[in-house]
């Protein structure tokens, strides 16, 4: 019901658009949520949109940096993410909670998960 793509190698300094596709239940009531893990460490939280889209939040390392916007008409939420560092560099996950008006920032309270889309960026 969900499905990441987008990633890619891209160079320091440039851009790169994820996309999220929702569908069924995960298509306009649920938060979405991004998450990345790089290797060797846990799965962190990214950013996140509300249901309605009128609330986002950021992790602190990606602020000012990464947005994140909605298209219901196409059940797609996207993550724009600017100015990449090789840090940004880890498999990327978007997730749907069922708490649409609330962004969590834990991992246990997301429903549904998207597989990975990898993202590299070469410094």
């Known amino acids: 019901q969900l499905q990441a793509s987008g990633g890619g190698l891209v160079q320091a300094g440039g851009s790169l658009r994820l996309s999220c596709a929702a569908s069924?239940?995960?298509?306009?009531?649920?938060?979405i949520g991004w998450f990345r893990q790089a290797p060797g460490k846990e799965r962190e939280f990214v950013g996140g949109?509300?249901?309605?889209?009128?609330?986002?939040k950021y992790a602190d390392s990606v602020k000012g940096r990464f947005t994140i916007s909605r298209d219901y008409a196409k059940n797609m939420v996207y993550l724009q993410m600017n100015s990449l560092k090789a840090e940004d560099t880890a498999v990327y996950y978007c997730?749907?909670?069922?708490?649409?008006?609330?962004?969590?920032?834990?991992?246990?309270?997301?429903?549904?998960w998207g597989q990975g889309t990898q993202v590299t960026v070469s410094s």
């Open positions: 997730a749907a909670d069922r708490t649409g008006w609330v962004i969590n920032l834990t991992l246990k309270e997301y429903d549904f």
């Open positions: 069924g239940r995960t298509s306009s009531n649920y938060a």
């Open positions: 949109i509300t249901w309605n889209g009128g609330t986002t």
